[in-house]
């Protein structure tokens, strides 16, 4: 399974940017699928992930800013962030919680894609 991040960049704060993240290969069912955020000398910290199952989950600094959603179809999560703020700066990583077989189930890593809200 490999999974392609996209959408990062440099905004301005009040603004918005769209990440995206395929996931292709080997996928029976896709279990979860999510956003982390890592800032230098910090651990990679959740900030949205959607559960099949088991509805969305957000980070609270996100609530009301960032919206979460996916079309299973592409096998791709999206991450809509708006009135970014410069604590929103950091590297995103998408992550995919996937059964590939009966027998196979494991959390897989995109290559994670920088964002930076300038003030």
């Known amino acids: 399974v490999q999974l392609q991040a996209s959408g990062g960049g440099l905004v301005q704060a009040g603004g918005s940017l769209r990440l995206s993240c395929a996931a292709s290969g080997e996928i029976w069912r896709v279990v979860s699928m999510g956003w982390y955020r890592q800032v230098p000398g910090k651990q990679r910290d959740l900030v949205a992930r959607?559960?099949?199952?088991?509805?969305?989950d957000y980070a609270d600094s996100v609530k009301g800013r960032f919206t979460i959603s996916s079309d299973n179809a592409k096998r791709t999560v999206y991450l809509q962030m708006t009135s970014l703020k410069p604590e929103d700066t950091g590297v995103y990583y998408c992550?995919?919680?996937?059964?590939?077989?009966?027998?196979?189930?494991?959390?897989?890593w995109g290559q994670g894609t920088q964002v930076t809200v300038s003030q």
């Open positions: 959607s559960t099949s199952g088991s509805g969305i």
């Open positions: 992550n995919f919680d996937i059964i590939s077989d009966p027998w196979t189930q494991r959390e897989y």
